[in-house]
Nanobody, 129 residues
Framework: QVQLVESGGGLVQVGGSLRLSCAASGRTLSDYTMGWFRQALGKEREFVAA???????????YYADSVKGRFSISGVNAKNTVYLQMASLKPEDTAVYYC???????????????????WGQGTQVSVSS
């Protein structure tokens, strides 16, 4: 079992930045794909970004078009934590952000909610105009 706990959400003004953290326990996540999703009020949960590492050590990161160039996802560090650095935030980025994980080394791109096995409880990000 993998337990995920998100933190770092909050209220920020348009154009501001936030860094979300996802701390994992229960497993070492070196062979996992780590994803961030978000769900705005009344909308479906959507993919934001994901990262993974191949057995050869190649690092992969990929993003939804809506956040490319503004968000950056890290790989899993020695503390079993992955980060989502968000910059140039917009009101449409307002949502609950969820961390997710699945045992899948790098190379495959996993965009669908159903492809992930483990989820955190979410952290609220609100961007005010």
């Amino acid at each position: 079992q993998v337990q995920l706990v998100e933190s770092g959400g909050g209220l920020v003004q348009v154009g501001g930045s936030l860094r979300l953290s996802c701390a994992a326990s229960g497993r070492t996540l070196s062979d996992y794909t780590m994803g961030w999703f978000r769900q705005a009020l009344g909308k479906e949960r959507e993919f934001v970004a994901a990262s993974s590492r191949s057995g050869a050590g190649t690092y992969y990161a990929y993003y939804a078009d809506s956040v490319k160039g503004r968000f950056s996802i890290s790989g899993v560090n020695a503390k079993n934590t992955v980060y989502l650095q968000m910059a140039s935030l917009k009101p449409e980025d307002t949502a609950v952000y969820y961390c997710a994980a699945v045992l899948a080394p790098g190379g495959r791109r996993l965009f669908q909610r159903a492809e992930y096995d483990y989820w955190g409880q979410g952290t609220q990000v609100s961007v005010s105009s």
